[in-house]
C-alpha cells in the first residue's frame, strides 16, 4: 500500500462518513490532501505507525 492510499484511508477513517453533509466532504477532502503532502516527508514505517492509531491496517 502507498503512503498516499493510506492517507485516503486514515482520512476516511477521521471522518467515518465523509458523505453525510457537504461540510463533511470538504473536511474529508482538506484531510485527505493535509496528510497525502504531510506523509511525502515521513518514512513508510512512520506512516504506517500512524495508520495503526486510526486502526487502518497497512
Request: hydrophobic share 40%; with cysteine.
Amino acid at each position: 500500500m502507498t503512503k498516499d492510499q493510506l492517507a485516503l484511508k486514515i482520512s476516511i477513517a477521521m471522518h467515518k462518513s465523509p458523505n453525510a453533509r457537504l461540510d463533511n466532504v470538504n473536511a474529508y477532502l482538506n484531510t485527505y490532501q493535509c496528510l497525502s503532502n504531510y506523509f511525502k516527508e515521513l518514512s513508510m514505517g512512520d506512516v504506517e505507525g500512524i495508520a495503526t492509531q486510526y486502526g487502518v491496517k497497512a
